[in-house]
């Protein structure tokens, strides 16, 4: 079984879990107003049980219906508790199998692009042009092999994110280097919080190389753990005035004019210190680097 499919079965199985616990609150629900009306209907004479005949010494039950009311708000409590925790992790399976299907529909597409390679260094071939073909294979062997060191990485939705951005309209004229020492398979974030890191960085690393020549459109990818922590640094070329540098996290500031900025640094910096882990930025050689470290799952 794939892990699409795997995904999607436990998917469903939460579902289920989710679809018992809501009739489970609902009955509850119920019986406690049951209980309400019951009591009161008594007590004061009105409502629909105001025409029976009073219980004798129905007070001296009162304590037990309020411990059975208690026991049913607290179970009320635990369902919800348990609800949001179920709904929570539906969401981002959910998300999680999205970016499965979207890792394996650019898999596919590039598959497709292969077979457009191959016809056009068989044209140069044919055409008697083998320095040509030779220079093309050359070029498109460099971007595979960047391919290739995507798929190092375990986790769909960060595979996902790196093959989007990298084959980007601007990511298309980027030159990307991959240095993946680990699958990530440790990595605390949850995919939707991975997402939202690496496509931050990696969006505004975009954005920041496009204003320069092709030739100097250059991000770097590098994945690693140590000692417990995570190292995630994307580079991109490029320079920010030395006086902003302590504010690049502040949540509205932002180097470009763009309507909708400054909002996903400050976002990466949130998500980041919420796994007790720490985000920097620094420059030198004319490269700046985001590093963010992160412990690893159980030793943070």
Known sequence: MS???????????????????????????????????????????????????????ISQYTPFIVVIALAGLLFLIVKTQRLQRILIDTMEQN????????????????????????????GFVQLNKPELALEYIRSYNIRFRQGMNVTKITRPEISAILVNKMTSDIGETVTFRLDIHDDLAGLPLSPSDAVSVFGNLLQNALEEVEGYEEEKRLIEVECAVQDGLYRIRISNYGFIDEQVLDKIFDYGFSTRKKEISGVGLALVKKIVNRYNGTVTVSQREKMVHFVVEVPEKGKG
């Open 3 to 57: 892990d699409t499919q795997e995904n999607g079965s436990e998917l469903n199985k939460r579902k289920k879990e989710l679809e018992g616990l809501l009739r489970g609150v609902l009955i509850y629900v119920a019986f406690l107003l049951f209980l309400v009306v019951f009591i009161f209907s008594f007590d004061s004479g009105i409502g629909p049980l105001s025409g029976l005949e009073p219980l004798p010494e």
């Open 95 to 122: 998300q999680q199998l999205d970016s499965a299907r979207r890792t394996m529909q650019v898999y596919r597409n590039n598959q497709h692009e292969f077979l457009n390679q191959l016809s056009v260094i068989y």
